[in-house]
């Protein structure tokens, strides 16, 4: 193949086949050459787009999680309850959708090129659900509390609710989203009467 080669070839083929090598066989085992046979181009015209394996990793996560960061981004400014429970949702409908994406994030954790995105991924989600509690708080819905403790709490029941689902397949998206946000809005305990 030539270089015309990578212009024939969509970015989105190139991502989508590196992410299912990736996530089936792992980053240090998926080799470019093999990406690029998959993908139907040359190793040449692969290098020509991606100067390395790690630079084609961090577009593919950017690429795919581009879109759950767009659809998140603007629920504070929704009703409090309604941007909570759509938060919940979206994260755990993202993590069935996008489950060789997430397997690929958690299995390749120790990777150091994807601690800044992680990081990164972890704050401006923590300083969403932050403004969705402080609007809360705002107007009356919710009660006064550390809104950066409880947001990362809410964050950290939602990563296990997406852990569950990814790992052991328990429970459908809807139920446990609903459950969830019904757990954080009222808690455990029992109304005394």
């Known amino acids: 193949m030539n270089h015309r080669s990578a212009k024939k070839t969509p970015k989105s083929k190139v991502l989508k086949t590196a992410l299912c090598l990736f996530s089936s066989k792992g980053y240090s085992k ?12 040359s190793v040449g015209a692969l ?11 961090l577009e593919l996560i950017k690429d795919q999680t581009q879109d759950f960061i767009e659809r998140t981004r603007n629920l504070p400014q929704k009703d409090p309850l309604k941007a909570l429970q759509t938060y919940i949702e979206l994260n755990l409908d993202y993590a069935f959708q996008k489950r060789r994406l997430l397997s690929l994030f958690f299995r390749e954790h ?5 601690h800044p995105l992680r990081k990164n991924f972890f704050r401006v989600q923590h300083e969403i659900i932050r403004k969705i509690l402080n609007e ?23 990563r296990g609710a997406v852990l569950l ?12 989203s609903k459950s969830l946000f019904n757990l954080i809005i009222n808690g455990i305990g029992k109304d005394p009467k």
Not at 110 to 114: G, R
Not at 136 to 158: E, H, L, Q, V, W
Not at 165 to 176: E, R, S
Request: charged fraction near 25%; charge should be positive.
């Open 47 to 57: 290098y020509l787009r991606y100067k390395s394996k790690e630079e084609l990793c």
């Open 165 to 176: 689902k990814l790992i052991f397949n328990i429970g459908d998206t809807k139920t446990m």
């Open 136 to 158: 809360g708080i705002r107007s009356g819905i919710f009660m006064p509390s550390n809104n950066k403790d409880c947001a990362t709490m809410i964050f950290a029941s939602i």
């Open 110 to 114: 120790n990777l150091p090129f994807m």
């Open 30 to 41: 998926t080799k470019m050459a093999e990406i690029a046979r998959k993908a139907g181009l």
